[in-house]
């Protein structure tokens, strides 16, 4: 069952102008849910772009035109220094000789795979490195002035990237990956794919393929997000791999579709953006939540054995959860 | 506590409260989902490097 609010996003977002209101109760659209529904998936400032040039506007109250337009002006502002500074860091990689591949939302803005820079929400600039590069970007950042607040929490295995690092001279926050996704899951999608950009000796500013940035964009929001788990959906990732695909680089039809990639298209077919069928017989879909059932299990178990593990070893750990416990207790009684 | 949360609500070293604040964004700023704004101000975004919380917890 999908909202009347839902369908209005989803409409207003992947169809044509002619096609906005099918299936939907203008008169009986609630504006706060509309913009509750929309934060939630980071799709204000898209939201507006696609009013914009569709021509919608006159569809919606004044203040709330207003409204996203101050959020899509201020997050386009953001994005173009965050493309600004994006090229000052890789400017600064490459004069250290730090090969490196910017990842997820900058890539996709880099790859101008949107026409407008203001309609993605980015939140820091993520790029992955190699393994050997880790001791001497770390140095690199420290000499830059790049500092983290993370505690550096004990891992049974590594983290996917270094601690997000802030600088008081930018705006925007980076964060060095090594790997794509963490632990277990770098087993499912990793970085070997990259090695041939890597091996690219041009100091130019690269981004992966579309084919990647559509498979990491969905790996990401299933495995690390777990939409795998919970089924839910982001339209912020629906809106990536729509905008991946209608540059015609992709042939969504010829996509690989193991249980994941299907999942994801599974999960959000009730929104029909896009055309592809998956089919599933009745052992394939049993097959499938068993398979999930499983995994969710796995994760389970091995997420209280790390816990108990880092107790054990990490000082750090064991004031982290401590505080924690506190604070669930403070929060109760007060 | 509840004195801290008045406190809260009150003025600001810019002599603005939270409700005029909110006033003059209008309505829907109340609306907005807490990450739109975590994004859109990069003090804020930048100073919420809370690690992911280990998982589970």
Redesign the interface.
Known sequence: MICNEEKLLVNVLYRTESEVLKGVDINNIN??DL??LS??H?M?PALFSNIDKKSLGHLFPE??M???K??YS??KA?NVILLKEAKELSDLLYKNNINHIFLKGTALLLSDVFEDIGER????IDFIIKHLDEGRIRNLLHKNNYY????N?FKLFKNKHL??Q?NKNK???IEPHTELLSGVNSFIFNSTRLIDDFKEETKAIKTPSKSFLFDHCIYALQLEDKGFFSSCHSHRSIYDIYKLNSKNSLTIKNIKKDIYIKHFFITIDKFKIFDITITTTFFGSYYDKSFRAVRLFSL?V???F??IV?LFVSRK?RE??LN?IINFFYKKT? | ?KKENKNSLGKNASGITRKDAIKK?????A???V??F???N?KK???Q???PA????
């Open positions: 504006f706060d913009i509750k934060s939630s980071l204000l203040d709330f207003e409204y996203i101050n959020i201020i997050n953001r929400m980015i939140g820091d983290s607040d993370y505690p929490l601690p997000r802030i705006t925007i926050a389970k091995y997420m209280r790390t816990q880092e750990y982290y959860a924690k007060s | 506590m964004m209008g309505k829907y700023a609306l907005t989902a990450g739109t975590m994004i859109l990069p975004a930048q100073a490097s809370v690690p280990p998982p589970g917890w």
